[in-house]
T-cell receptor
Framework: QQQVKQSPQSLIVQKGGISIINCAYE??????FPWYQQFPGKGPALLIA?????SEKKEGRFTISFNKSAKQFSLHIMDSQPGDSATYFC???????????FGKGTSLLVTP | KAGVTQTPRYLIKTRGQQVTLSCSPI?????VSWYQQTPGQGLQFLFE???????NKGNFPGRFSGRQFSNSRSEMNVSTLELGDSALYLC???????????FGPGTRLLVL
């Protein structure tokens, strides 16, 4: 059973545009919500993460928005660049857990 | 600090054989987790070790096993390989439970 649902499956954005990827979860015990970026042939790289006590976290061009009541969180990539073209995964883990629960991933293509 | 390293990077095996994959975590990280990544199932948790003890195991058959050594290095073993075991096997290390997990480049296993 997929504990974290991610959409869209694929996304095409023009250079300079905003990329938005959404995730939803059901388990209210989830305590930590990271986003990973994966390039072909590489392992996932931790991009940015948030805990449920804040509604937004920004690091450079990457922002996580978190809505605890709706059990949703999203990644916004501002000023998207061709180098951002990759697969993005959201994930969640409980405060006593050891296993990241991943979304199915979003393949992002940023066109020049 | 050096990142998570995994060896070998690529492996080709035939059905029925067994395989051992190795992972060296980031220095100071005592938690090591293993994940399987396939196009169909995405990223799935295999197991997690901390101080040589398996603390959690995912929904995989007993053919999948692992261990952790006193220096935190970890190995996973898959016996009686099946075609469906072809995947990217990823190791991740972390400093604490429910914290950031950092992934290695993975071992690409092809079972013929």
């Amino acid at each position: 059973q997929q504990q974290v649902k991610q959409s869209p499956q694929s996304l095409i954005v023009q250079k300079g545009g905003i990329s938005i990827i959404n995730c939803a979860y059901e388990n209210t015990a989830f305590d930590y919500f990271p986003w990973y970026q994966q390039f072909p042939g590489k392992g996932p790289a931790l991009l940015i993460a948030i805990r449920p006590d804040v509604s937004e976290k920004k690091e450079g061009r990457f922002t996580i928005s978190f809505n605890k009541s709706a059990k949703q969180f999203s990644l916004h990539i501002m000023d998207s660049q061709p180098g951002d073209s990759a697969t993005y995964f959201c994930a969640a883990i409980t405060n006593s857990g050891y296993a990241l629960n991943f979304g199915k991933g979003t393949s992002l293509l940023v066109t020049p | 600090k050096a990142g998570v390293t995994q060896t070998p990077r690529y492996l080709i095996k035939t059905r029925g054989q067994q395989v051992t994959l190795s992972c060296s975590p980031i220095s100071g990280h005592r938690s090591v987790s293993w994940y399987q990544q396939t196009p169909g199932q995405g990223l799935q948790f295999l197991f997690e070790y901390f101080s040589e003890t398996q603390r959690n195991k995912g929904n995989f058959p007993g053919r999948f096993s692992g261990r952790q050594f006193s220096n935190s290095r970890s190995e996973m073993n898959v016996s009686t390989l099946e075609l469906g075991d072809s995947a990217l096997y990823l190791c991740a290390s972390s400093l604490q439970t429910s914290g950031a997990q950092y992934f290695g480049p993975g071992t690409r296993l092809l079972v013929l």
